[in-house]
């Protein structure tokens, strides 16, 4: 775990999943396994990120409840300062993380938490950097002459796809083909 908690990639799901609802650790352990599998969220990582969110004071904790048989749980909820940490998480994510990141697809995950207008701008803005990254690379769409230059030709492909999506998703925007919520 980053020694900064907030910049671990949960952080970025844990306050989305605080902001639909209040849960526990369990819940939220839980619920990230189902969601997203491939980050491997253990309770006791979400245990120690709420602490350190609960710190900075972007979560509340709730007195402990039990319910039924069950040992008493601490239920977590978003701050306003949680929630604007959320938003802004989201739009880095869409606009500062390097192409096929973790935390752009969590960013994109949490894509209609933001105006329509405003996702557009960011993944414009995302366009355009990786337009100009993959300039460039070298090699240019050339890239896959030799054994020793693959991986320039990997990349050019990666940056591609990614550019790609990202049009693609924009025109879906733009033409409400996406139910945006108001």
């Known amino acids: 775990m980053p020694l900064d908690a907030s910049r671990n990639s949960l952080v970025l799901p844990i306050l989305g999943f605080l902001g639909e609802r209040p849960a526990h650790a369990y819940d939220l352990a839980t619920r990230l396994q189902e969601r ?8 006791s990582t979400v245990t120690t990120l709420l602490k350190s969110l609960h710190r900075a004071g972007l979560v509340k904790a709730r007195e402990p409840g039990q319910v039924g048989n069950r040992p008493p749980r601490t239920v977590f909820e978003l701050t306003e300062p949680g929630f604007a940490c959320f ?7 869409l606009r500062d993380t390097p192409v096929a990141s973790v935390d752009f697809a969590l960013a994109v995950a949490y894509l209609g938490s933001l105006p329509a207008d405003r996702a557009v701008a960011l993944l414009s803005e995302r366009a355009e950097r990786l337009a100009g990254e993959q300039a460039a690379l070298p090699g240019g769409s050339s ?4 054994l020793d230059t693959l991986e320039h030709g990997y990349w050019h492909g990666l940056v591609g796809a990614e550019r790609a999506w990202i049009a693609d998703l924009l025109t879906r925007i733009r033409s409400a083909d996406l139910a945006w919520a108001a």
């Open 143 to 146: 890239a896959m002459t030799g």
């Open 36 to 43: 997203y599998a491939q980050l491997r969220a253990t309770r």
């Open 87 to 93: 938003r802004e998480k989201v739009e880095s994510g």
